[in-house]
C-alpha cells in the first residue's frame, strides 16, 4: 500500500530491508552491501547524469509500475523477477538512451508475463512506449509446431518491428544481454545450449550490424563460454600465458609508436588490445591454423583528433616500418554497413613483431564500440534529446536500419521458419564487399557475394530478368564472386525466367527469397494449368464443358478463394477431379455417372477376385496389387503369398522384388487377369518423364495423355534443372496397351525427353 495522498505510480518503491548489524565487524560489510540492481533513484540519477530534462515522473512512475506487475514472481537464480527490466533499463543507461527506451526496458516483459494489456500501456504511459514494448513482446502464446517454428515466428515479428525503430532492437538486446549474463542459473543444459546457440547465431549478428562492438564481443563470449566451455578455457590458458611472455613488449610497442607520431607533431593515444576469445577460435577454424601460428592476438589502436590525421598518421608508420601487403583497408572512405570507419593495416614493427593496426578519430572510436548508441544527444538547438539523424549523416554513416529493412524484404517473400533464420544469418553476419554500377554508384555486399546478388541488390526485377553480367567490360558467369572496386553491368532479358538452380549462384537472404518466390509462382501457374486441364477433361467425360458451368458452390465447399486457387489445389492432388464433379452436380443421373466411370477401379481388398485368377487362390485370403510395378491388365503376372499372413501380393512378372523369393517357389502363384478385368477395368500406373523446363510444356503433356484417354490422379516433380525437369504422373488406364499409346504419344511431344514406366 503506497502512503495517504501518494500516487501509487511515483512512489519511492520499497527495497528489502538492509543487513542486520549485530557486530562492528559486520558494519562495514552491511554498509557496502550493493544491491542486485539499479535502486530507483539511482537510475534516474544515471539518466539524467547525460540527459538532465529526462521525465523523471515518467520513470518515477513506470519503475514502480514494473515492480507492482511483476509482484512476487521469481527467475531461475532466485532473484526477484522485477530485478531483471531494472538490470535492462541500467545497461542501457551505460549507452545513454533517452527516455522512451528506459521506460520501454522497465515494461518490456508486462505484456507477456503479466496481465498488462497494450490498451493499458498506452494509457498509462503513452503509444510511442506502447508500440515500443509491444515490439519487444515475444510471440509467447502462439501455438506452432515446434520450437524452431516459434523462434523463427518470434524472429519475423521482432524484425519487422526494428525495421520501424531501432529502439526495439536495442532494448531487445540488452535483455538478451542481461538474461545471458544470468544464464548459468537456468538448470536445463538443453535450455541453456539453445538460448546460447539462438545469441550467437541471432542477437550478436544482430548486435554487429548496427555497430554494436561492446555488446556484440560480450554477447559472443558469453554464449561461447556456454556452448564450448573446453576450448573457451583453453584459449583463456594460452592467453594468460601469452600476457606473461609478452605483455611488456605491448606496453612498450605502445610507447614507440606514440613517440614516432609525437615527432611528427601528431597527437594521439596508443594502447594495445588482445583479441577475445571467441574471435580467435573463430580465426582458429576459419582459416584451419593453430594458436601458435595466429599473428594477430594482439592489436594496437592509434585514436587521433581529426580524419586527416589519420592519414598523416598511417603515413609516419608506413614510412617507419614495412606494411605487410595486401593488409591495408580503408573504412574510412568506404564504412562497413554498421557504419564502421577506421584505418587498418599491418606493419612488421619494433622488435620484428608482426602489428595490426587500427587509426581513427576519438567519434569514429565511440561509433565503433557503441555503433548506432552514439548518436544519442541534443539536437534541435539543444531542445530535445534522442537520436540525432543529422549528426550521424555527419559523421559520415548512412541509416543503421538499412541490412535490417533488406530483412524485411526477405519477409515479404515468404518462406518457411528455416529459411528465415538462415537468410537472417547471411545478411548480417558476413563481411562486406563494394562494388559499383556503371553509373557510379556504391552497392555493398557480403563478401563472397557473386554477379547475380548484385543485380537483385539494385532491384529486383533486374535480377530476376538477368540474363549475363559484365564485370569491369567483361562477359563474366553470373557464378563469379565479386571483388572490392568491381564495376558490373548487368545484361537484361525481355521476360523474367529464373531456373532454381540459380540459388546457387548466391549468397544474400534478399536474393535467395527473390528467387524462391518466383520459382514458387511459377510451380503455382503449373500446377494450375495442370488442375484445370483435369478438371475440364472430368466434366467433358460427362458431358458438360467447364465453360458452361459456374465453380462456386466448389469454391465454397473447398474454402478456395479463387478459381485459381481450386485448380492449384486438384494440380497438387489435394482435391481430386471428381469431388469437383460431385460438388457441382450432386444428383448427377446413373447414366452419366456410368458415363464418368464407365470401367471399375481395380483395387484390392473383396473385389479383387473380379480381377485375377489362378491356381492356389484359397477362399479368404487377401489379395493386394503390388504397388512397386502398379500391374495393369496385359501385363504377365504372377502372385507371392507373404509369410506374414498378410495374403497375396499380385506383382507383374518383371518387377524387380520378385529377386527376393527366387529361392521361395512355395510362395509362388501362377495368375491371369479375368474377362471383367480386360473390359470393364480401369488400373494405376505410374510414367516418369523428363520434360523441357519452359512455359506451357506440362500443360501439353496433360492435354496429350487426356486426348489418350488416360485419367491423371497424381504428379509430382523433382530433380529441376536449368533446361529440365522429371515428373511422375499416376495415371488410369484401360489396360498396358493403353498405357504404351499413352507413352508413344508423349515421346512424339518434342518437349518431352525421355518417358519411362516405373516398375521398381
Known sequence: MSPEGADPLTTEAALPAAPTKDAAKDTAKASTARPKFLRQFELIEKVRSYDPTADEGLLNRAYVYAMRMHGAQKRASGDPYFAHPIEVAGILTDYRLDTQTIVTALLHDVIEDTPVTRAEIDELFGAEIGE????????????????????????????????????????????????????????????????????????????????????????????????????????????????????????????????????????????????HPYSIWRKLQRKSIG??????????????????????????????????PERFKDFISTPKRNNYRSLHTTVVGPRGMRIEMQIRTEAMDRVAEEGVAAHWRYKNREEEYGFDVEHQKQAGGRDPLVNLRHLVQVLEHGGDAEELVEHA?????????????????????????????????????????????????????????????????????????VPPDWRSLTVTGRARSAIRRHIRQTEKEEFTRLGRATVQQTFESVGKPLKDVSLRPVLERFAAQTEDALFEAVGRGRIAPPQVL???????????????????????????????????????????????????????????LESDGRGLTVHTIDCEQLAEFEDREELWRDLQWTPEAERNAIARARLTATIKNAPGVLGQVCTLIGEAGGNIINLRMHHRQQDFFDVDIDVEVNDARHLTHIAAALRANPSVETVDRIKA
Open 582 to 640: 460431385e460438388a457441382i452436380f450432386p444428383g448427377l443421373k446413373a447414366s452419366e455417372k456410368e458415363a464418368a466411370a464407365a470401367r471399375r477401379r481395380i483395387e484390392g481388398g473383396n473385389q479383387a477376385r473380379l480381377y485375377v485368377r489362378g491356381g492356389g487362390l484359397t477362399p479368404g485370403v487377401s489379395i493386394h496389387f503390388g504397388q512397386c510395378c502398379s500391374p495393369v491388365p496385359g501385363d504377365r503376372i504372377v502372385g507371392i
Open 425 to 497: 544469418k547471411l545478411e548480417m553476419y558476413l563481411d562486406q564487399v563494394f562494388v559499383f554500377t556503371p553509373k557510379g554508384r556504391l552497392v555493398s555486399l557480403p563478401r563472397g557475394a557473386m554477379a547475380l546478388d548484385f543485380a537483385y541488390a539494385v532491384h529486383t526485377d533486374i535480377g530476376d530478368t538477368t540474363v549475363g553480367v559484365k564485370i569491369n567490360g567483361e562477359l563474366k558467369p553470373l557464378r563469379t564472386v565479386l571483388s572490392n572496386g568491381d564495376v558490373v553491368e548487368v545484361i537484361r532479358g525481355g521476360k523474367p525466367a
Open 132 to 275: 515500443l514494448v509491444e515490439g519487444v513482446t515475444k510471440l509467447s502464446k502462439l501455438e506452432l509446431s515446434s520450437e524452431h517454428l516459434r523462434q523463427a515466428e518470434n524472429l519475423r515479428k521482432f524484425i519487422l518491428a526494428i525495421s520501424r525503430d531501432v529502439r526495439v532492437l536495442m532494448v531487445k538486446l540488452a535483455d538478451r544481454l542481461h538474461n545471458m549474463r544470468t544464464l548459468q542459473f537456468i538448470k536445463h543444459p538443453a535450455k541453456r545450449e539453445r538460448i546460447a546457440r539462438e545469441t550467437l547465431d541471432i542477437y550478436a549478428p544482430l548486435a554487429r550490424s548496427i555497430g554494436m562492438h561492446v555488446m556484440t564481443t560480450e554477447l559472443e563470449e558469453l554464449a561461447f563460454e556456454h556452448l564450448n566451455p573446453v576450448a573457451h578455457n583453453a584459449i583463456l590458458r594460452r592467453l594468460e600465458t601469452l600476457r606473461q611472455q609478452q605483455g611488456g613488449a605491448v606496453s612498450l610497442v605502445s610507447q614507440e609508436i606514440a613517440a614516432r607520431l609525437d615527432t611528427a607533431g601528431i597527437p594521439a593515444r596508443v594502447f594495445g588490445r588482445e583479441k
Open 291 to 324: 594458436f601458435s601460428q595466429l599473428s594477430d592476438i594482439y592489436a594496437f589502436r592509434v585514436i587521433v583528433d581529426t580524419e586527416e590525421d589519420c592519414y598523416r598518421a598511417l603515413g609516419v608508420i608506413h614510412r617507419a616500418w614495412p606494411s605487410v
